[in-house]
T-cell receptor, first 115, second 116 residues
């Protein structure tokens, strides 16, 4: 069974500093990996995904994530945090292949960017 | 274009009552998913619809939960005899395709259910 871990319940970072939100996965084969963001009282918004190819993927709002197969990680990063980035971030995985459709989500990491 | 919509946005109900939650997927999306998000928790898969195929109900927590979808349109999630542990945000998502696809899921704003 696949699983996704987000080891930090909360991350605090000062505005303007780089941010990292960690994600590790346990999935057989080469998974599809996703990051979503959830603002208060809102649904999840898609940020970026890794399917294949370049290990560094760029997404919305200046976010990027690096797929590291040897460390089974897919950490979310941004060079300079904004207060408006404060939200709940979810990492998710999906097993490629016919018959696979379900996303497995991590428990989420609350990001607080301090002015 | 229009995204996934859900109604109502908030629902407060008394324990033991039935509730019905509605989801309108993005037009043309063949796949539809329901998730439950409890306070401080990740998303818990409930049920999945793909076109006219039989739905995957493996995530439904009890027989009090049921869902329907007609073709590739609106879906309703029904919870009968609600319990306090049913209090959560119920999220609906849709995607253009499913099995083996690389498409991401597009989420609605959710329905916050409170059972008193």
């Amino acid at each position: 069974a696949q699983s996704v871990a987000q080891p930090e319940d909360q991350v605090n970072v000062a505005e303007g500093n780089p941010l990292t939100v960690k994600c590790t996965y346990s999935v057989s084969g080469n998974p599809y990996l996703f990051w979503y963001v959830q603002y208060p009282n809102r649904g999840l918004q898609f940020l970026l995904k890794y399917i294949t190819g370049d290990n560094l993927v760029k997404g919305s709002y200046g976010f990027e994530a690096e797929f590291n197969k040897s460390q089974t990680s897919f950490h979310l990063k941004k060079p300079s945090a904004l207060v408006s980035d404060s939200a709940l971030y979810f990492c998710a995985s999906k097993t490629p292949g016919a018959g696979s459709y379900q996303l497995t989500f991590g428990k989420g990491t609350k990001l607080s960017v301090i002015p | 274009g229009a995204g996934v919509s859900q109604s109502p946005s908030n629902k407060v109900t008394e324990k033991g009552k039935d509730v019905e939650l509605r989801c309108d997927p993005i037009s043309g999306h063949t796949a539809l998913y329901w998730y439950r998000q409890r306070l401080g928790q990740g998303l818990e898969f409930l049920i999945y619809f793909q076109g006219n195929s039989a739905p995957d109900k493996s995530g439904l927590p009890s027989d009090r939960f049921s869902a329907e979808r007609t073709g590739e349109s609106v879906s309703t999630l029904t919870i009968q005899r609600t319990q306090q542990e049913d209090s959560a945000v119920y999220l609906c998502a849709s995607s253009p395709a499913t099995s083996g696809s690389t498409y991401e899921q597009y989420f609605g704003p959710g329905t916050r259910l409170t059972v008193t």
